[in-house]
DNA sequence: AATCATATCAAACAAGTGTTTGAAAATCAA
DNA sequence: TTGATTTTCAAACACTTGTTTGATATGATT
């Protein structure tokens, strides 16, 4: 299960532990610990604790698992394809049996941004935004102007990146109970539709 | 300006540097520094780093500007109300004449909460998410089961949060110009439409 | 003026931090 | 095997951290 690899085990434990309580929340003795190797090693395999970051946040994007609709069949209705984008943002959020780290550590990124974050923006989120933005340019009646185009897309991003960013208040505001009946697939659903009539798009 | 009383000197210069890097980031010696007292009144205005913390939230949040809305007059339609909540969160996040920390702080304590959070929620979301689960009530069919008002008021608030919690990320991806024309007026006009169509409530 | 509680201060403390060291062990190539 | 290179390790280092101390000043009360 967990790598024999050092550096990669490093890079696990410095995954989960940073996800969990920061950049300078988490301490280098917490994470060899966690790992298994010699406090040494993390300036042997990296330089030093800020550059253990960056290559754990790199880690955590490279393991997001591939987005499946980087290439919808031709044809494919827009609808289908923007209902396809939110149900796979709310998967890596709220997919119970993958690592909540991963979403986490990209999460904290996004929201206090650190020297990773430059080229977490560039390999990770342009690519995404960009195939978003062109599903949206086809639900849009044409010239529509670019910054019609992001708003809309973030009025669509907000919605979802919110139940992992808020997850704890969501949590404490709808009681446990009610919030372990939130599937993701329930969530996709709700925001689709949200953003279907938003965009005066009939079902499909 | 600033405060003569060392204890609210304190209360200021802590949220402003506990906002700008987090509690583990912040360093009591740089905040006794920007308050301009001696750092053994950290022990002796509040107990420890933590207790100050947890007051510089509370003060933080009762500094925000009273709702203007909490009672409409007889009769506001519904609509209107909305379109007054979302307004006045977007303000709360990008009005540039206020300082920026108030928010951040408090966006902070709902992202990674603290032993803070606790009581923010009681004194602080709870009435605000009631004031909005009221106007939803209005707004959407009788018998509207409470999971849907829950869901429909998250993609309400999810929206307006992400300008404030991804406010790094924006500038990155639409570029500083663009990002320097985003005004609240524009940005609320946006997100209110947006969701009355997803609500099916006709223009008013 | 004398007394007492309150407030302020510089200095020190103990614990924890990231980082480095230099030697030992393991691995590999000849 | 021999020698060279890579990897691992315990120990220590230099520094920052939050916190406490004990003395001094301030201000009110008797």
């Not at 960013?165 to 939130?182: A, F």
Request: with cysteine; net charge neutral; proline share 8%.
């Amino acid at each position: 299960m967990t790598p024999e690899n050092p550096r990669e085990r490093l890079l696990e434990a410095a995954g989960e532990i940073f996800a969990e309580k920061g950049f300078k929340g988490a301490t280098v003795r917490e994470i060899i610990d966690r790992a298994g190797v010699n406090i040494a090693a993390v300036n042997y395999y990296f330089r030093d604790k800020e550059r253990l970051y960056i290559e754990a946040v790199k880690h955590a994007a490279c393991g997001e698992p591939e987005e499946p609709h980087l290439s919808w069949p031709e044809g494919t209705p827009p609808a289908g394809k923007l209902r396809d984008i939110i149900r796979f943002q709310l998967l890596k959020f709220l997919d119970p049996s993958r690592p909540a780290w991963l979403a986490r550590l990209i999460m904290r990124e996004l929201t206090q941004p650190s020297d990773a974050c430059a080229e977490l923006v560039r390999e990770y989120i342009e690519p995404r935004s960009k195939v978003l933005l062109g599903v949206l340019r086809e639900l849009l009646p044409p010239n529509t102007p670019r910054r019609k185009l992001f708003l809309t897309a973030f009025s669509i991003v907000g919605q979802c990146h919110f139940y992992c960013s808020h997850k704890p208040i969501i949590r404490l505001l709808i009681g446990e109970d009610e919030y372990q009946r939130l599937d993701p697939a329930t969530l996709a659903e709700h925001i689709t539709q949200f953003t279907l009539r938003a965009l005066g798009v009939e079902k499909n």
